[in-house]
């Protein structure tokens, strides 16, 4: 046998007193990921304690396509976070994505957030009368302002799209912590 065990009952109690060290810590650090990041005492500490911005939630506005100036078309992005990830969808009436690699970005003083988020994104078209699926990516970039009265993120984003790219801007309002998982 590879590995003995001289007596289980030391094991045991080696575990057991451990486990008193280990599981409080444990308990305490899910708590901390899941929740108490984003409790208003700590929000208003989160430039000493490196604790990003709660942008948790439907995120409601427009994109303003460069191919398409004059027409505003609705945007939703949905965005779940906890203290060490984030993850980012977006809808719109022609397709939707979903983030690769996501961050929320900062100023050196952590004053101005942006919410940075490399995506992955399909839209639905008709070639020669068959229904296909065209993949892409694209990059957005949108500053977060939270002023008295209501959250919003505004940016820029661009797309490898082809034959030909496309960037824009986008406007959204923060709407509700509740994920619709649509348009």
């Not at 990003?52 to 939630?57: A, E, I, K, T, V």
């Not at 993120?153 to 824009?168: A, K, W």
Request: proline content about 4%.
């Amino acid at each position: 046998m590879a590995f003995k065990v001289a007596d289980q009952n030391k094991l045991v109690e080696l575990l057991k007193d451990y486990g008193m060290i280990v599981a409080p810590i444990t308990f305490l650090w899910i708590f901390l990921e899941k929740r108490l990041w984003r409790t208003v005492i700590l929000q208003n500490f989160k430039t000493y304690l490196n604790i990003p911005p709660d942008l948790r939630g439907r995120w409601e506005g427009e994109l303003i396509s460069s191919k398409n100036i004059n027409e505003p078309r609705k945007f939703v992005i949905e965005v779940e976070q906890t203290l060490t990830s984030l993850s980012v969808v977006s809808y719109s009436e022609y397709g939707n994505s979903r983030s690769i690699l996501a961050e929320i970005g900062s100023d050196e003083r952590e004053e101005i957030f942006s919410l940075c988020f490399l995506w992955q994104g399909e839209i639905h078209k008709q070639t020669d009368g068959i229904p296909t699926i065209q993949r892409f990516n694209g990059y957005t970039m949108l500053n977060y302002n939270k002023p008295l009265k209501y959250k919003d993120l505004e940016g820029t984003y661009f797309t490898d799209l082809l034959p030909e790219q496309t960037h824009g801007k986008i406007n959204l309002k923060w709407v509700s912590f509740h994920l619709q998982k649509r348009l």
